[in-house]
Every structure is written in C-alpha cells, then in structure tokens.
C-alpha cells in the first residue's frame, strides 16, 4: 500500500510539473546575452553613464577600454512585452527597476521584445496579443573578455514568464 500510494504521488508530481508553466530559471550566454544587456542597459536606472556607454559601444561591435577585472552587471526586477497578433503595428513593454516602472511603445519595444525571443524565453498569447516576459533579470558583461573574441564574456539569468 505505501509503494501504490508513493508512486501515486510520484505519478502526481510527473503530471503536474510538465502542464504547468516553467518558474525555474533559464539562462543565456553569448550574442543573445550581449544582446540582451544592450537593449536594457539604456534604461537601467542603477546603471552608470559610463557603464551604458561602454555596453553601447559593445553592442555596436566596438572594443572600449575598461579597467581589467571588472564587469558590468545589467539588472532589471521584470520585462514584459507584448506584440499585436492582429494589430500588427502594436509594440509595448513594461521595464521594472525596483519601484520604477518605464513604459516603451513602437521600435524600442519591439527591439526588447524581438530579443527576449532570440535569448529563449518562451512566449505566451491570448486575446490577440502574444507576450514575452521575463522576472529578476540579471545580465553580467564582462568587457575584457568580449574583447578576446572566444564567444565568452556575457551572460544572463532570469525567470521565464509573469
């Protein structure tokens, strides 16, 4: 009776964890972390001026100094995009920064949302909308690395979903 009633729940378990939606965290590296890091950097409150413009100049194929041993972390608590899939032309996303909220419309967020798809993070639709969303983002770039074109140097963490 106690081996019928474990795998029961064993059975249960199995079920319940392929239906529900993933809340374990994914990661990327790479170009689509690169990626990543730079369409959020520009709107990162907590990140400095000098660190948004060496991200800038990484994201744009350039090779800026910076001091060795040091790396730039790109951190964001939510993301959540949304694209029109009958209105086409409606791009949108909520950015969140501790107890700031940043709201982006047409090209900014498309370019937001277009890289969450390419860094994996699965979407989700519903009445004509499909969204891509993501919590406790965490981005780390490390420039001299990036400098030494072995594919190494960023990386990033998050939560797939609202």
């Known amino acids: 009776m106690i081996v019928a009633t474990f795998t029961r729940a064993i059975l249960l378990s199995l079920v319940l964890l392929l239906v529900s939606r ?17 369409v ?14 060496v991200i800038s100049a990484l994201f744009d194929g350039h090779d800026p100094a910076f001091p060795a041993g040091q790396k730039i972390s790109v951190k964001a608590d939510s993301v ?7 209105s ?19 090209r900014k967020a498309s370019e937001i949302y277009a890289t969450l798809i390419e860094a994996g ?11 891509e ?21 960023a990386s990033c963490t998050f939560t797939p979903g609202p």
């Open 22 to 38: 993933p809340v374990w965290a994914a990661s990327t590296m790479g170009h689509s972390a690169m990626a990543l890091a730079g």
């Open 121 to 131: 993070v699965p979407g989700d639709g519903a009445a004509g909308k499909i969204y």
């Open 80 to 86: 959540t995009c949304l694209a029109g899939d009958v």
């Open 88 to 106: 086409i032309n409606t791009f949108s996303c909520k950015l969140t920064f501790g107890k700031s909220t940043l709201e982006l419309t047409g």
């Open 133 to 153: 969303s993501v919590a406790q983002l965490s981005c780390t770039i490390d420039p001299n690395e990036i400098k030494q074109n072995t594919g190494g140097g």
């Open 40 to 53: 959020i950097a520009p709107h990162a409150l907590a990140l400095s001026q000098k660190d948004k413009a």
